[in-house]
């Protein structure tokens, strides 16, 4: 167990201050550049993160595992046969990718999107192609060594420097517009991650105890062997990512097409867009740092437990990754549903988009389970139906953002429905098949726990939040309601022990409850 936790809390702790700095950004991004900057931005940022998938491949979980295993038999010529392939591999998808992207962003810009300022965000996102081809190498390798810090340093850095760079690359360019303002938030972002790339070069120079330069044309030659088994991992893992990214591609271009069909301008369309997707869906995933740090942990414990043939073990590891995850979403739907006003006006100094957090928060809390089930479809050796399930739902999620975002009578918010059928659908269909396959049965007493702690939690906060005295001012009211609902909630949560001793020993300043664990 200690494993397991101890590498959940180090990915959790990492998480958390990425995320926070993610926000710091996003807040950032939207004071410089508005609500129609942040649309164009949004806008793009699929196509940013459908170009990262393509030049990853799903290398770095591949490049992870295969260095781990040669590491354990002291394989240096393997280490580094696994690393020429991997950037052989990574050089060639960039050198095919890179052109191609340039060629297509005209084309793009006046036929798929509605907004054709969208063109110069989408040129701003073509450096990043060479650029993630070598670090998604070199983060691959460190973790196969299992040196974490360098991995979260670098997403570190990445953000620091990309917050640094927002007001340089955007203030000098919105004189000549938003679309120019966009492009220099996005140009901050590639070179966030130039300089993560810079970290990891420096930190691989450093600490390397191979010479890649020392017959590399060699290792490419001798590599076919290496190449399968990195590709018969990679493929399975970059097909969901891969389905999600594409989905996220097209997203704003049904959105704006189902919106165009309602009778709404293309202006308010991008403003609307950039506040659902902008605004209102990285407050809603917020907390998923927690359950991708689960997922992440879950993948080699849960293979683990299934080599060494401990069935048990398995579905403890799931109940156990379930109710982490369901007392994190069960916190976030009360918060967000409770406070998504003010917490949208004093990150983004505006509330207009509260409404799609209090829609959606509910529907949420199913997204929080989403993740570790996937890892644990993974680790069972079942990524070609967690995929399956991915395109699923992106299927039902884009065919739904057409029919109810092309509604007069709902416009954007047909979009944000249509996200929270898609999240609810992936969901189920992830935990059937987990269900299947290992006999897993849902403890229902957890749940019924957690609705309790939820329903309660979520009354007393509204009750002081919607009641405010005339004499404290209401943004300290509002911060007291908050640290009241959250204590109230995790009272509830240690009451009913849906959050275990031996869970919370691993987390800093906690460890002197190992005693107390011992001697029980």
């Not at 702790?13 to 550049?33: E, H, P, Q, S």
């Not at 990853?56 to 393997?78: N, Y």
């Not at 659908?425 to 290992?438: R, W």
């Not at 300043?509 to 190992?514: E, M």
Request: charged share 10%.
């Amino acid at each position: 167990m200690s494993k397991f936790l101890q590498g959940t809390i180090i990915l959790i702790i990492a998480g958390l201050i990425t995320k926070m700095l993610g926000f710091m950004n996003r807040i950032v991004v939207a004071r410089m550049i508005g609500d129609e900057g942040v649309g164009l931005y949004m806008m793009a940022v699929p196509t940013l993160v459908l170009a990262i998938t393509v030049t990853q491949m799903g290398l770095p979980v591949a490049i992870s595992k295969l260095v781990a295993e040669a590491e354990a038999a002291g394989d240096r010529q393997r280490v580094k046969k696994i690393l020429v392939v991997s950037l052989a591999t990574t050089g060639v998808l960039s050198l095919l990718f890179l052109p191609a992207l340039l060629a297509a962003t005209p084309w793009l810009s006046r036929t798929m999107f509605t907004d054709p300022r969208i063109y110069y965000p989408l040129l701003a996102v073509a450096p990043i192609v060479p650029i993630v081809a070598i670090s998604s190498v070199l983060r691959g390798y460190f973790q196969g060594r299992q040196q974490m810090k360098p991995y979260a340093y670098s997403l570190l850095i990445e953000q620091i420097v990309r917050i640094s760079l927002i007001a340089l690359c955007t203030k000098p360019l919105l004189p000549y517009g938003v679309e120019y303002a966009a492009a220099g938030a996005m140009a901050a972002s590639v070179l966030g991650e130039l300089a993560a790339l810079l970290y990891l070069l420096f930190l691989f120079q450093l600490k390397k105890s191979i010479r890649l330069r020392t017959k590399f044309f060699h290792s490419i030659h001798a590599g076919k062997d290496t190449f399968i088994r990195l590709m018969r991992i990679a493929l399975p893992t970059t097909g969901g990512r891969l389905i999600g990214s594409l989905s996220w591609f097209f997203e704003p271009i049904v959105v704006a097409n189902s919106l165009a069909l309602a009778g709404i301008a293309a202006s308010a369309t991008t403003k609307q867009y950039g506040q659902l997707v902008g605004y209102a869906l990285p407050l809603l995933t917020l907390p998923s740092f927690i359950t991708y740090a689960l997922a992440t942990a879950l993948v080699p414990a849960i293979s683990e437990a299934v080599a060494q043939n401990k069935p048990l073990l398995v579905q403890y590891r799931i109940a156990q990754a379930m109710r982490l995850s369901l007392v994190t979403g069960g916190l976030s739907a009360v918060v967000l549903y409770l406070f998504a006003e003010p917490l949208m006006r004093w990150m983004y100094g505006t509330g207009e988009a509260a409404i799609f957090i209090q829609v959606m928060a509910p529907f949420f809390l199913f997204y929080y389970f989403q993740g570790p089930l996937q890892a644990v479809l993974q680790g069972l050796d079942l990524a070609n139906v967690a995929m399956t399930n991915s395109l699923i739902g992106a299927a039902v999620k884009l065919a739904c953002i057409f029919v109810l975002a092309s509604r007069p009578s709902l416009g954007i918010m047909g979009a944000a429905l249509a996200t929270s059928v898609s999240t609810v659908l992936v969901t189920l269909l992830h935990f059937a098949a987990v269900a299947k396959a290992t006999s897993f049965v849902v403890d229902a007493r957890d749940y019924v726990k957690a609705g309790i702690a939820i329903i309660a939690a979520g009354a007393a906060g509204g009750l002081l939040f919607y009641h405010p005295p005339a004499s404290v001012p209401p943004s300290f009211w509002t911060l007291l309601a908050m640290a009241a609902t959250i204590l109230l909630y995790s009272g509830f949560l240690i009451a009913f022990q849906l959050i275990r001793r031996e869970e919370l020993i691993y987390l800093p300043g906690l460890g002197w409850l190992a005693g107390k664990t011992k001697r029980k």
